[in-house]
Antibody
Framework: QVQLQESGPGLLKPSETLSLTCTVS????????WNWIRQPPGKGLEWIGY???????NYNPSLKSRVTMSVDTSQNQFSLRLSSVTAADTAVYYC??????????WGQGTLVTVSS | DIQMTQSPSSLSASVGDRVTITCRAS??????LNWYQQKPGKAPKLLIY???SLQSGVPSRFSGSGSGTDFTLTISSLQPEDFATYYC?????????FGQGTRLEIK
């Protein structure tokens, strides 16, 4: 059974760069889309973007100027970097596998708080 | 971006009730519509994909229908574990977008 696990700092200051890693276990990363999705406290879900196993990316235009995703299939990991964070970036960040037929596998989520 | 609008935003129902949640897309998305259930403090769980296909392991009391712009999620007989927030999501085009959620509460 595929499992995903997010890791990274939980507290950032404004203007810093958010860096998260998602480790995939129980399956190969090949031929799948790997996504980042976030959810501000008490609010809905926002798709940040995906990276395909071959490195191709697709980012949400609302965040595109600040987002970079990378993948390391040898380590079964993919990563998110979000630059110049503000309080509006405070959210639970999820990694998830999938695209067309939905996101069938999710990490447990990690809360990232931006505060001075 | 394709806007997804769910109705109602919240709903009170009793165990055993039949419940329907509606999702409307701002343009046609064919059948590229997925439904999720989210419980507090947990990641969303995929229930229905491609508008009407039941995800493996999901109870058959959940069903989905629709195509184009109008979609529904139906729970045929509510169970205690079904009280949660439900989201629709379109995968017709990027950026992927979600509805605002429907909170299903116990009456």
């Amino acid at each position: 059974q595929v499992q995903l696990q997010e890791s990274g700092p939980g507290l950032l200051k404004p203007s810093e760069t958010l860096s998260l890693t998602c480790t995939v276990s129980g399956g190969s990363m090949s031929s799948y889309f790997w996504n980042w999705i976030r959810q501000p406290p008490g609010k809905g879900l926002e798709w940040i973007g995906y990276i395909y196993f071959n490195g191709n990316t697709n980012y949400n235009p609302s965040l595109k100027s600040r987002v970079t995703m990378s993948v390391d299939t040898s380590q079964n990991q993919f990563s998110l970097r979000l630059s110049s964070v503000t309080a509006a970036d405070t959210a639970v960040y999820y990694c998830a596998r999938g695209y067309g037929p939905g996101f069938g596998h999710w990490g447990q989520g990690t809360l990232v708080t931006v505060s001075s | 971006d394709i806007q997804m609008t769910q109705s109602p935003s919240s709903l009170s129902a009793s165990v055993g009730d039949r419940v329907t949640i509606t999702c409307r897309a701002s343009q046609s998305i064919s059948s590229y519509l997925n439904w999720y259930q989210q419980k507090p403090g947990k990641a969303p769980k995929l229930l229905i994909y491609a508008a009407s296909s039941l995800q493996s392991g999901v109870p058959s009391r959940f069903s989905g229908s629709g195509s184009g712009t109008d979609f529904t999620l139906t729970i045929s007989s509510l169970q205690p574990e079904d009280f949660a927030t439900y989201y629709c999501q379109q995968s017709y085009s990027t950026p992927v977008t979600f509805g605002q959620g429907t909170r299903l509460e116990i009456k």
